[in-house]
C-alpha cells in the first residue's frame, strides 16, 4: 500500500517546520538589532583605553577634545582585549588604546571587525 499524498505532515515534521520558523525570526532580529543607524549631529561617544604603562601626559593629551571621553585604566592584555570589546558592545563610536597592551588589544579588535561601527585608533607611544 503506498502512503497516500493528503496525509497531514507528521508530528516531528511539523515541530521541525515550526523550530525553523523560530530560528530564522531570531536571526532576523538580532541581526537588525547589531545593525546600529549611523547618527548624526552628535558627538561621537570616545573611549580612552589606557594601560597600565601609558603616561599620565598621554591620558591628558587622549582625552583633550570636543567631545567628552570615558577612560578605562586595564591592568594587562587580556583585561584590554576584555574592556575593547565591551566598549564596542556598549556603542562607543571610538577607542583609542594607549600603551602597548591597549594599543595591541584595540589592533586586535580592528582586525577582527568588533563593533562594526567603531573606529579603532592607537594613542602616541609615549
Not at 507528521?10 to 515550526?18: C, D, G, N
Not at 586595564?74 to 566598549?87: D, I, K, R, T
Amino acid at each position: 500500500m503506498t502512503p497516500s499524498l493528503s496525509r497531514p505532515p507528521s508530528r516531528r515534521a511539523a515541530t521541525a517546520l515550526v523550530l525553523t520558523g523560530l530560528l530564522a525570526g531570531c536571526a532576523s532580529t538580532a541581526a537588525s538589532s547589531e545593525q546600529r543607524a549611523p547618527a548624526t549631529g552628535h558627538a561621537p561617544r570616545v573611549a580612552v583605553l589606557a594601560g597600565p604603562d601609558a603616561s599620565a601626559t598621554a591620558v591628558a593629551d587622549a582625552t583633550s577634545g570636543r567631545s567628552p571621553r570615558v577612560v578605562r585604566r586595564v591592568g594587562g592584555l587580556l583585561e584590554a582585549q576584555a574592556q575593547a570589546a565591551a566598549l564596542a558592545a556598549q556603542g562607543y563610536d571610538v577607542v583609542i588604546g594607549l600603551g602597548p597592551q591597549a594599543r595591541s588589544a584595540v589592533a586586535q579588535a580592528r582586525a577582527a571587525e568588533v563593533g562594526p561601527h567603531t573606529s579603532w585608533r592607537a594613542g602616541s607611544p609615549s
